[in-house]
């Protein structure tokens, strides 16, 4: 974060929260509206009121639960993202680095070919978390066998497992999909796409998300220690050789469950901290819920333009985030290789 904007905001801590959560308001309204059939704000007060028409019962059965959980799944993937640019000490990590999101990806592409007898809005959620967690710790895993604790050898180890996934999630794909299942369908959720929930589904992923910010909390001030420096971390009393791999395992679980109910988004997870740490600063105690407030902005409205740019059809909202992503990926390359 720049000294200017430090500055500007040092005399007014609360100016920055209070404007991001005016733009999420701003965000999940326009959202609400948005769609193949555009709403407005009146329609979107009579359906929250319990009006009775087909298209408030659309609008409080459809649209609004969309919307939220866009803003949740968004809120989680901001938050993941923190979480391993924290423990890497890398501004450019992403939270699909360690294999996390490729393990849920895996999972949740078992619950969507294999006929299993469950419903599957039960067992896509269930098999993405066994799939996070089992790649999280195949990781760590590798990493030890390998002697390779730090960041860095996991980073290495992350890389390759997740590149192993990838091609057994596309053999699985080709092998499994038939013509009761559609590979279009399987290949629309890889690409990234919110799944709607029912109301019930959504106070679920509303709870995972709380239990996310609060599992992150409890590390945050790990994550600052080990900004300093592995060595000053440990002189602070940080043993890092367990909290390293323990930070790793929390930000994969908040990842698979944002890839549960979103897919692959790409590029939430990089964005969203950078935008939060010019906002409030680099300690997490601060930067990991305004990275979870932002990543809510950017996915809700990414979600709003892929259900509306093309309509009737619906662009992926990996595709959104992936065009809009790369760029600023590009920028904070360049900026960091002239630095």
Known sequence: MTTSACNSFSGQPW??????????????????????????????????????????????????????????????????GAVFQGVFRNPLAEPYLLGASGGAALGATVALLVPLGVPQVWLLPVLAFGGAWGSTMLVLAVSRVAAAFDAAGMLLAGVAIAAMLGALRSFLMLALSDETVSLQVVMSWVLGGIQTPAWPGLGLLALLCVASLLATAAIARGLDLLGLGSAAAQGFGLDVARFTPWAVVVGSLVVAAAVAYGGLVAFVGLAAPHIARWMVGPLHRVLLPASALTGAIVV??????????????????????????????????????RA
Do not use: K, M, N
């Not at 309509?311 to 990926?329: D, H, S």
């Open 15 to 80: 100016r920055p929260w209070l404007i991001a959560f005016a733009v999420l308001v701003c965000a999940l309204v326009l959202a609400a509206c948005a769609g193949h059939q555009w709403a407005s704000p009146v329609d979107i007060y009579r359906a929250l009121l319990g009006d009775d028409s087909l298209r408030s019962r659309l609008l409080l059965q459809w649209r609004l639960p969309r919307v939220a959980a866009a803003a949740l799944v968004g809120a989680l993937l901001g938050l993941s």
């Open 300 to 337: 809700t409205l990414a979600d709003a333009i892929a259900r509306a740019a093309l309509p009737p059809a619906e662009i992926p909202l990996g595709l959104v985030t992936a065009v809009a992503g790369g760029p600023f990926f590009i920028l904070l390359l360049a900026r960091r290789l």
